[in-house]
C-alpha cells in the first residue's frame, strides 16, 4: 500500500509538469537493502542517468522538488490512511 500510494503521487505530480513521464508500475522483490526492515519500506527508483532527458531534469531543483513533493505527499496519505484505520477498530 505504501508503494502504491507513494507511486500514484509522485506520477501524478510529475505528469503534471512532464508530460512525457511514463509509469513503471511497483514491484515486488527481495532486495537486500529492505530485506529484515521491521516497518514498511520502499525503494524509489525516480530517474535513471543513463537516460538523457531525466539526467538533464536531474540537474534542477525543480525536477527534485517534484519528486520530493510526490513522495511525501505519498507518505502522508499512507500515514492518515493508518490513522483513520486504527480509528475504526
Do not use: W
Request: glycine fraction near 4%; charge should be positive.
Amino acid at each position: 500500500m505504501l508503494a502504491e500510494l507513494i507511486h500514484s503521487n509522485l506520477y501524478s505530480i510529475l505528469s503534471d509538469t512532464y508530460p512525457d513521464t511514463t509509469s513503471r508500475g511497483t514491484r515486488k522483490a527481495p532486495f537486500v537493502v529492505l530485506i529484515g526492515a521491521q516497518m514498511p519500506t520502499v525503494l524509489i527508483e525516480t530517474s535513471f542517468i543513463t537516460n538523457p532527458i531525466d539526467c538533464q531534469r536531474l540537474m534542477t531543483n525543480k525536477y527534485r522538488e517534484e519528486i520530493s513533493n510526490g513522495i511525501v505527499a505519498g507518505l502522508k496519505e499512507y500515514i492518515t490512511s493508518k490513522k483513520q484505520n486504527n480509528k475504526n477498530t
